[in-house]
């Protein structure tokens, strides 16, 4: 898969996508990360990437041209373009697994008050938040459906399996992990996961995570 990454901020994504798992997945070839700085883009003297809002009200808009430039340079007949903005659907584990089936993203990271709208009729294919919640820019944003996306190519994480059995997976939370010791601090690990008894084990944890989304994600139920 090929992702490039548009936004004022590469500095912002290139810290979690230069680290760990999504390092290893990048010098393996597995996933080609390109972090663009969408100044390089902007045509005037001052580098501009953003105006004054039509209509009034606060804040800056980010301007079209220096996106539109960047996108037709950067795009290939396969590209799916994202843009990460709090108007957009929330992404979900389904949302990583379908993208994580592209070969080649754009991620458009916004800013300010928000893209000038004519980006998104011409240009986005689809609009993703990370949550209900505001973050000062979509750079953040980016890193972490990155993320999301990358774990789940084939050959990035050691073991496929925990792809498929990780939380959201079957739309509901994990089970607890334990490791040794066996006791600390008064606090045993549950009799049934020392035991060795692998369907008790697997009943078990279908039933703790069962309880734990009841009590943490009610809304998962339904
Ligand atoms: N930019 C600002 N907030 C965001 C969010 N919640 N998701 C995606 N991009 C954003």
Request: charged share 25%; net charge negative.
């Amino acid at each position: 898969m090929r992702l490039d990454i548009l936004t004022l901020f590469p500095a912002i994504c290139a810290g979690p996508l230069g680290e760990s798992m999504m390092k290893r997945a990048r010098e393996s070839g597995k996933v080609d990360v390109r972090i663009h700085n969408l100044r390089d883009w902007a045509t005037d003297k001052h580098r501009t990437t953003d105006d004054m809002p039509f209509g009034g009200g606060q804040g800056m808009v980010m301007k079209p041209e220096p996106i539109f430039a960047a996108v037709e340079e950067l795009r290939t007949p396969e590209a799916r373009v994202l843009l990460l903005t709090p108007q957009g659907s929330v992404f979900k584990q389904a949302t990583a697994h379908r993208l994580a089936a592209e070969a080649h993203l754009i991620f458009i990271c916004g800013h300010y008050e928000g893209v000038d709208h004519r980006v998104v009729e011409a240009l986005v294919d689809e609009e993703v938040s990370i949550g209900d919640y505001v973050l000062t820019n979509g750079a953040l944003a980016a890193a972490v459906v990155a993320d999301a996306v990358i774990r789940l190519l084939p050959g990035v994480l050691g073991d496929d399996r925990s792809a498929v059995e990780e939380s959201f997976s079957h739309g509901l939370l994990e089970a607890p992990h334990y490791t040794r010791p066996a006791e600390f601090r008064g606090q045993r690990v549950p009799d049934v996961l020392l035991g060795g008894n692998h369907a008790a084990i697997a009943k078990w944890r279908a039933e703790q995570g069962m309880a734990r989304t009841r009590r943490n994600r009610p809304d998962l139920l339904g």
